[in-house]
């Protein structure tokens, strides 16, 4: 039976996400009209709320209708996107992360300079499909060291990370690329919020008998935190909605911890913290 709930120190909403919220409230408040270019944050039932509130979202800039006025999520937009956009005239609001606006400039400024440039990260992810269009060459995505360590030789490199990483699997492909390369420049964009929320479940390790995971499906920097409790020896239960909870995986277990991804909203944790009280 369940007696203590430990929240981690660090969850839900980081910065760039909460900013990305706001300024979709502020918008649809002052006209009730706004377009986002694929989901605006990673969490379903976040952006349903959204989309009741008038959001509408199209899955590529040919669906956005000429007149309206467009939200840059917080993962960021390709070159050639914000190209199109800007010779339509059409309104942005542009959210980009400032740790994603800062990975896509040294993209974009050591791919000019004629550096192969090798981004760690998810290639289907939007921030790193968005990554790619600043690049002026080719561009190589890798997900680990056994991937770096199949890219062929050459003489400048840098390497930039999607910015939900972990820094331990940054440091391991760097390490893997250092003997193949002549001159290797090591960009380390991994957001502040990402480590804080992956330092906050290491702190629970050994502490709880269990972690309940709260976060979208397709949320890169909730995936991670689950790949961390996992390593520590945590039974991890990863769930989006309270419907999934079920009494079975609370046996045993006195001492729950509860994390959430950064694009987990506080409405969210606190209504499935209060459903695991009421079971």
């Known amino acids: 039976m369940v007696k203590e709930i430990v929240v981690?120190?660090?969850?839900?909403?980081?910065f760039g996400v909460k900013r990305a919220v706001d300024a979709i409230e502020d918008a649809l408040a002052e006209s009730g009209a706004l377009w986002s270019i694929g989901m605006p944050i990673h969490n379903l039932q976040e952006v349903t709320r959204l989309r009741a509130?008038?959001?509408?979202?199209?899955?590529?800039?040919?669906?956005?209708?000429?007149?309206?006025?467009?939200?840059?999520?917080?993962?960021?937009?390709?070159?050639?996107?914000?190209?199109?956009l800007a010779a339509r005239g059409t309104q942005i609001i542009d959210t980009t992360c400032p740790f994603v606006h800062r990975a896509q400039k040294y993209v974009e400024e050591f791919s000019s300079l004629?550096?192969?440039?090798?981004?760690?990260?998810?290639?289907?992810?939007?921030?790193?499909?968005?990554?790619?269009?600043y690049a002026k060459e080719s561009i190589d995505v890798v997900e680990s060291a056994e991937e770096a360590e199949r890219l062929p030789k050459r003489p400048r490199v840098?390497?930039?990370?999607?910015?939900?990483?972990?820094?331990?699997?940054?440091?391991?492909?760097?390490?893997?690329?250092?003997p193949r390369v002549g001159e290797l420049h090591v960009c380390n964009t991994i957001c502040r919020a990402t480590l804080e929320r992956q330092s906050a479940v290491r702190r629970l390790?050994?502490?709880?008998?269990?972690?309940l995971l709260i976060g979208g499906r397709n949320s890169a920097n909730t995936?991670?935190?689950?790949?961390?409790a996992e390593a520590?020896?945590?039974?991890?239960?990863?769930?989006?909605?309270?419907?999934?909870?079920?009494?079975?995986?609370?046996?045993?277990?006195?001492?729950?911890g509860v994390a959430a991804g950064a694009s987990t909203p506080q409405w969210l944790i606190n209504e499935i913290c209060s459903e695991i009280a009421r079971m």
């Open 8 to 14: 981690a120190e660090k969850a839900g909403f980081c």
């Open 53 to 84: 509130m008038g959001l509408k979202v199209a899955e590529n800039v040919d669906e956005v209708p000429g007149e309206a006025r467009v939200l840059i999520r917080a993962h960021g937009e390709s070159k050639a996107v914000m190209e199109v």
């Open 114 to 133: 004629g550096y192969a440039v090798v981004l760690l990260g998810d290639g289907r992810h939007p921030e790193i499909r968005a990554m790619m269009g």
């Open 158 to 178: 840098v390497l930039i990370s999607q910015t939900t990483q972990r820094e331990d699997l940054l440091t391991s492909v760097a390490a893997t690329l250092i």
């Open 205 to 211: 390790v050994g502490k709880v008998n269990g972690l």
């Open 223 to 228: 995936a991670k935190l689950r790949d961390i």
């Open 232 to 256: 520590g020896g945590l039974d991890v239960l990863w769930i989006e909605t309270p419907s999934e909870l079920g009494r079975g995986w609370f046996e045993g277990k006195n001492r729950i």
